[in-house]
């Protein structure tokens, strides 16, 4: 993450090359940067993608993106270079999340800022452009959603807009790509305009108020004299006097100044009898209401799909049922998941056996052909089998996301989310956490309490992500063929339960703290359009095949060699000698079987005295209690590195054990032989639990620190161990 610690202020060289930004050239084109700020959920990624055709993370859930991420368009021979933020509801920010965007609005890097408005939230949305007004950069006012305004049948007089912020006003429909040349006019006729000749509209605060800023403003003049324009000193009194604690901090040297501010804000608030930051704050309210007065006329009749929305919430949001059909609906995407996606799971596995096959023929025998027949084919196929299944997953997760039920479940959830010490808000960087936890740790982000953000880190790497899935796939199917879909589930109920037992464990005893309450966006259900699904989805397949073709095949690789090496093993037995004796067995059914038989013996030999049998041995003790042996213990380790290489490397362990069957159905029985149904139950738990992959440990140190991510990895394999260790010993006594 870049964040930009810059002061607002800049000097006289500095600014000057801002303003010459404006004609600042790339391949003989002229440049210029676009900043999109405004609320969460009001359509800026949308917004981001229509405009430079990327592909951002489009959610129908407040604040998705917690990184800045940037795109071009050429428009009329001008180079557009469009960054996207995350949302900001106020520039007074508590939220690190908001800090990103507040921090770039300080570094003026932008030469025209795009404030996206939900059109049919204009109240809510204003707030921040009212802060925004007050930092005087050049801004397009960009009305979005404005199909959803006409529904609720709210007009809007852009003109009258325009005129009272004094800058463009633009309307658009970001999910149809609506008004987008406008959007593009605009910048650039704005981007022409004379840095002088930019006068947003100043707010007018009550004469107390106003006569606070300007002393605090002359003294700040004085204090950094040269560097800072009219509108800049302005902003950073206001703010001051809003006791934003950063700024403060950042002028703390200035003894004085601070002395000041303290002074002001204490008689303003013993004068009116409420504290500083709400007179300021009752003055933006009351400009936006009486701007919108202006404006805005909204017709009488409300709009069908609204009173829709709310008679699907009294449903969904029950107070009784909503937590029933919540389940329901989970219950129901995984026993789907399952069911579906074994038709297209076993197409692609008939696929890998033909290719296979195929590719066999043509070679010729030998350590090349080993490598890749039984190395790369077997550990990728093993992979590639499990493609369905995610798709379908992130299917129902889209699904869920862009309808708008996602953030209702946040709303559901926060008063039990409460007793477990968490925030409504962890809800939706734990449901990320099913896909994979690392963007899941960094969505942490949009939490304000560093406390309650700590622990939704910790957590999110027992929420199953969907690497583990396969793990899970291949062993209920070994073991459980009759209730697979059962088991799963089951293996997503532990998830969640270990998480929000951790998070009580850890709010509890580990990071001790209060709670705080918060406000919960409920956007109006929209039915998906079938664009944003495959967006997200092809997301999805697009990550997975990257990483088949990155870890997996490292991964399968790595393990193949040290399977085979070294080459010469002396063996127990004279196995050789053995075989040619059996062969001359006089029945031709006995004899074949014994020959088999003393085959697999001697290929179950070669295999535990390779490089890999002797680590995976000397690991396998650790886990005598619960019965996993060498093989497992490989698959556990190759897990630490990346999730998905546990399958890949069974794959590749089991794939060469007998000829006769291939593929997963192979793979299904060569397990399933290999240790009783609660050893592979407490495999599978294991599996769930233990310690994070490496790229999700990266993401906890990078969120919370090195000893955080520590903690981590050792609080969740003593977990694991345990939870395993006693359900083979209490099935022990069971069964
Ligand atoms: P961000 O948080 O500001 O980046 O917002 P997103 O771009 O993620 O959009 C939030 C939701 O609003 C998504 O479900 C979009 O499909 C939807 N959306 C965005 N723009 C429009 C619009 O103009 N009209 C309608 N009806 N929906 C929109
Ligand atoms: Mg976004």
């Not at 210029?32 to 993370?57: A, E, M």
């Not at 406390?451 to 070994?478: D, T």
């Not at 998480?499 to 580990?510: E, I, N, Q, T």
Request: include cysteine; proline fraction near 4%; glycine fraction near 8%.
């Amino acid at each position: 993450m870049k964040t930009n610690n810059k002061p607002p202020q800049h000097t006289a060289s500095q600014k000057a090359s801002i303003e010459s930004s404006n004609s600042e050239l790339v391949d003989n084109k002229r440049v210029i940067t676009v900043g999109l700020v405004g609320n969460p959920n009001c359509g800026k990624t949308s917004l981001f993608n229509k405009l430079s055709d990327s592909q951002g993370s489009i959610g129908n859930y407040p604040r998705v993106t917690v990184e800045i991420q940037e795109g071009k368009i050429e428009y009329k021979g001008v180079v557009i270079r469009i960054v996207d933020l995350p949302g900001i509801y106020s520039l007074t920010s508590t939220s690190p999340e908001e800090r990103i965007g507040r921090d770039y609005l300080h570094s003026e890097e932008a030469d025209v800022l795009l404030n996206i408005l939900d059109a049919g939230n204009l109240d809510r949305s204003l707030f921040f452009t009212t802060q925004l007004l007050e930092m005087g950069q050049a801004t397009v006012y960009v009305l979005n959603m404005i199909d959803e305004a006409k529904k609720k049948g709210i007009n809007i007089d852009i003109n009258d807009l325009s005129t009272m912020l004094n800058g463009p006003v633009v309307e658009t429909n970001a999910k149809l790509g609506e008004g987008m040349d406008d959007i593009l006019e605009a910048i650039i006729k704005l981007a022409d305009k004379p840095h002088e000749e930019i006068h947003p509209t100043i707010l007018p605060y009550d004469s107390h108020l106003e006569d606070a800023i300007n002393k605090v403003q002359d003294l700040i003049i004085k204090l950094h004299p040269g560097q800072m324009d009219k509108h800049q000193s302005r902003w950073l009194s206001i703010k001051l006097l809003e006791g934003d604690d950063e700024l403060l901090r950042r002028e703390g040297e200035h003894s004085h100044l601070i002395e000041l501010v303290r002074r002001a804000r204490y008689d303003l608030s013993h004068s009116h009898g409420e504290t500083c930051d709400s007179m300021f704050a009752d003055t933006r309210y009351g400009f936006i209401h009486g701007l919108l007065l202006e404006v805005r006329t909204i017709d009488e009749k409300p709009d069908k799909r609204m009173q829709l929305t709310r008679r699907i919430d009294q449903v969904i949001l029950h107070r009784l049922l909503g937590l029933p059909i919540f389940i329901g609906l989970m219950w129901m995407m995984f026993e789907s998941t399952f069911t579906l996606g074994a038709y297209p799971a076993d197409w692609i596995d008939q696929g890998v056996r033909a290719l296979s096959a195929g590719a066999g023929d043509l070679m010729p025998p030998g350590l090349v052909r080993d490598l890749l027949m039984d190395g790369m084919i077997m550990g990728i196929g093993a992979v590639v089998v499990f493609l369905p299944y995610i798709l379908i997953l992130f299917f129902f997760i889209a699904m869920f996301s862009e309808t708008g039920y996602l953030a209702r479940t946040s709303f559901l959830l926060d008063r039990i989310m409460h007793i477990f010490g968490l925030h409504g808000k962890a809800f939706i960087p734990l449901v990320m956490g099913f896909g994979c936890n690392v963007p899941a740790v960094m969505a942490t982000r949009t939490i304000e309490s560093p406390r309650a953000r700590l622990v939704a880190v910790l957590i999110n790497p027992f929420m199953s992500c969907s690497q583990r899935l396969p793990a899970f796939i291949l062993l209920s199917g070994a073991f459980f063929p009759e209730n697979a879909g059962q088991m799963i589930f089951i293996m997503y109920m532990i998830s969640i339960a270990t998480a929000m037992g951790s998070a009580v464990f850890l709010s509890k005893l580990v990071i001790k703290g209060g709670n705080e309450s918060f406000v919960m966006e409920l956007p109006p259900y929209r039915l998906p359009t079938l664009g944003s699904i495959i967006t997200h989805i092809g997301t999805r397949a697009y990550d997975f095949v990257r990483m088949v073709g990155g870890v997996i095949v490292v991964g399968s690789i790595t393990i193949w060699f040290l399977q085979q090496f070294p080459r010469d093993i002396t063996y127990s037995v004279n196995y050789e000698s053995a075989i040619v004796q059996a062969q001359t067995i006089p029945d031709e059914n006995k004899s074949q079987l014994a020959v088999a038989d003393l085959k697999d013996q001697k290929e179950q030999e070669r295999m535990g005295k390779s490089y890999l049998g002797i680590i995976g041995q000397s690991i396998a003790p650790l886990f005598s209690v619960q019965g996993f042996d060498w093989k497992d213990s490989v698959a556990i380790i190759s897990g630490i590195f990346a999730k998905e290489v546990v399958v890949a490397s069974y794959g590749v362990l089991y794939g060469q054990d007998d000829g006769s069957e291939t593929g997963s159905a192979g793979l299904r029985n060569a397990i399933s032989q290999s240790m009783t149904p609660i050893t592979a139950f407490a495999l599978m738990v294991f599996l769930l639990l233990y310690s994070p992959c490496l790229s999700t440990i990266a993401a906890i140190k990078r969120e919370a620190g090195w000893s955080w991510a520590g903690f981590s990895v050792i609080f969740s394999l003593t977990l694991a161990w345990t939870l395993s260790a006693l359900i083979v010993s209490l099935g022990g006594l069971f069964f």
